[in-house]
């Protein structure tokens, strides 16, 4: 009898045993695969985000690509571009980056009728790029000058994606800039959208007997871009880029051309 019942008591204790093994395995595999599939869940939206940006960027490049020929030919008044939005938005408007053109100290007037006619020293005479810009999630790509640069609304980084067409040579400096003139709206959409961009305006001027160019960035959300373009394109490590051109005796040139253009949707 004693026998039995020192069985059944190690049969009751390895029972009990059992049971709390199993409970204690059960909630180790069920909080590794809660834990997995929170952390996998992220992993996945943060690859997600990020493959959409990098979609996003590629896009615009192409684009881009397409709407600067209005600067690289003369005959081209009007170029026609798509973007996939995935639930992104797009906005245009003529109030952007602005920046300052002089030429020997002197300002170049966009404010002429010829946008460069005169460079006298006008105060106000800025060129604002205007914006065309793709955001999503906060992030954003816009699209300045002929370049793209990239940035976040909440944050104050920026990058340059696409160098706006600056040149500085030892005889000749070339200035190539898209000005956006477009109506301020917006749109979202999760679709593909079709893009026109329409020359308004077009002016080129070649400067003869010059010293030096400077660039200043005036005003801008993507100050680290611009300073980035500067330097990498040999205009100096400031927000105020500087192109000496010639030998310092007045035998340099500078040619800036701006192309007023409309972006309709």
């Known amino acids: 009898m004693r026998r039995r019942q020192?069985?059944?008591?190690?049969r009751d204790s390895r029972a009990v045993s059992d049971v709390l093994a199993f409970i204690l395995v059960f909630a180790i595999i069920l909080s590794s695969v809660t834990l997995l599939s929170m952390t996998g869940f992220q992993a996945m939206q943060d690859y997600q985000e990020a493959e959409q940006l990098q979609n996003?960027?590629?896009?615009?490049?192409?684009?881009?690509?397409?709407?600067?020929?209005?600067?690289?030919?003369?005959?081209?008044?009007?170029?026609?571009?798509?973007?996939?939005?995935?639930?992104?938005?797009?906005?245009?408007g003529d109030s952007?980056?602005?920046?300052?053109?002089?030429?020997?100290?002197?300002?170049i007037n966009e404010t002429d009728p010829d946008l460069f006619a005169d460079y006298g020293g006008d105060a106000n005479a800025t060129v604002n790029l205007g914006e065309f810009m793709y955001t999503s999630e906060g992030d954003r790509i816009a699209y300045e000058g002929g370049g793209l640069m990239r940035g976040?609304?909440?944050?104050?980084?920026?990058?340059?994606?696409?160098?706006?067409?600056?040149?500085?040579?030892?005889?000749?400096?070339?200035?190539s800039l898209v000005r956006v003139s477009a109506d301020d709206r917006s749109i979202q959409s999760s679709e593909g959208l079709g893009f026109t961009m329409s020359v308004e305006n077009r002016?080129?001027?070649?400067?003869?007997?010059?010293d030096k160019v400077n660039i200043s960035v005036e005003e801008s959300a993507y100050d680290d871009a611009w300073k980035?373009?500067?330097e990498s394109g040999d205009w100096g490590e400031s927000d105020t880029g500087v192109c000496a051109v010639g030998d310092g005796s007045g035998s340099g040139r500078v040619v800036v051309t701006l192309v007023e253009v409309d972006v309709e949707y």
């Open 96 to 107: 952007g980056t602005t920046l300052n053109i002089s030429i020997d100290g002197d300002r």
């Open 152 to 175: 976040h609304e909440s944050e104050s980084w920026s990058l340059v994606s696409k160098r706006p067409q600056l040149r500085c040579g030892d005889e000749t400096a070339v200035i």
């Open 56 to 92: 996003a960027d590629r896009a615009m490049e192409a684009l881009a690509v397409n709407f600067n020929d209005v600067i690289r030919y003369d005959g081209i008044e009007q170029r026609y571009g798509e973007l996939a939005l995935r639930e992104g938005t797009v906005s245009t």
């Open 6 to 10: 020192s069985v059944s008591g190690q």
């Open 228 to 230: 980035s373009t500067l």
């Open 203 to 210: 002016s080129s001027k070649v400067y003869n007997n010059t």
